[in-house]
T-cell receptor
Framework: KAGVTQTPRYLIKTRGQQVTLSCSPI?????VSWYQQTPGQGLQFLFE???????NKGNFPGRFSGRQFSNSRSEMNVSTLELGDSALYLC?????????????FGPGTRLTVL | GNSVTQMEGPVTLSEEAFLTINCTYT??????LFWYVQYPGEGLQLLLK?????DKGSNKGFEATYRKETTSFHLEKGSVQVSDSAVYFC???????????FGKGTRLHILP
């Protein structure tokens, strides 16, 4: 079974621009979560989608949004980029989500905002 | 709410040394506890988990025991290898929803 894939792997943008990141979960997985990883804050939860609905949300401003398609693929969008948005964005999938279940992570998209 | 604290790194050891990475938690009830590992240039992957008190999770020579009395889930390995160099994250779910909380991560360097 193919793992979680994320595209692109690397991205360079300038302040004020917007960006869309893509995540393809493992086949059959219906839950997709997004995380922001930075050296200072560690891993911070952005949101989780399950069956095309946002099921959980972290404490990020409205500039961060996402969606999930009927095939479970998910996209994350960040508008009006700020320097502080530079980070590794990780996507994770699991069959049903849930508090006791393993999450399978993709390799991440490294976003640099100049 | 639930929280997790793990020792700060980096931790530098010589090959074949004994490893302990401390993790303590605060939780309502007895949630599952996890250790994830992130190798350079990769995403996180589950290393081991324990679902109830006194459970021992183990994988690839690593072990961690769910200690209710000390609210700890320390990661141990008897003899580390250079290939174990990575960042290790302790994690548990929140008590209100299905989010997973990760510790800050501990970077491990193993010298040959």
């Amino acid at each position: 079974k193919a793992g979680v894939t994320q595209t692109p792997r690397y991205l360079i943008k300038t302040r004020g621009q917007q960006v869309t990141l893509s995540c393809s979960p493992i086949s059959g997985h219906r839950s997709v979560s997004w995380y922001q990883q930075t050296p200072g804050q560690g891993l911070q939860f952005l949101f989780e989608y399950f069956s095309e609905t946002q099921r959980n949300k972290g404490n990020f401003p409205g500039r961060f949004s996402g969606r999930q398609f009927s095939n479970s693929r998910s996209e994350m969008n960040v508008s009006t980029l700020e320097l502080g948005d530079s980070a590794l964005y990780l996507c994770a999938s699991s069959p049903q989500g849930g508090r006791n279940n393993e999450q399978f992570f993709g390799p991440g998209t490294r976003l640099t905002v100049l | 709410g639930n929280s997790v604290t793990q020792m700060e790194g980096p931790v530098t050891l010589s090959e074949e040394a004994f490893l302990t990475i401390n993790c303590t938690y605060t939780a309502t009830g007895y949630p599952s506890l996890f250790w994830y590992v992130q190798y350079p240039g990769e995403g996180l992957q589950l290393l081991l988990k324990a679902t109830k008190a006194d459970d021992k999770g183990s994988n690839k020579g690593f072990e961690a025991t769910y200690r209710k009395e000390t609210t700890s889930f320390h990661l141990e390995k008897g003899s580390v290898q250079v290939s174990d160099s990575a960042v290790y994250f302790c994690a548990l779910p929140t008590n209100r929803d299905d989010k997973i909380i990760f510790g800050k991560g501990t970077r491990l360097h193993i010298l040959p």
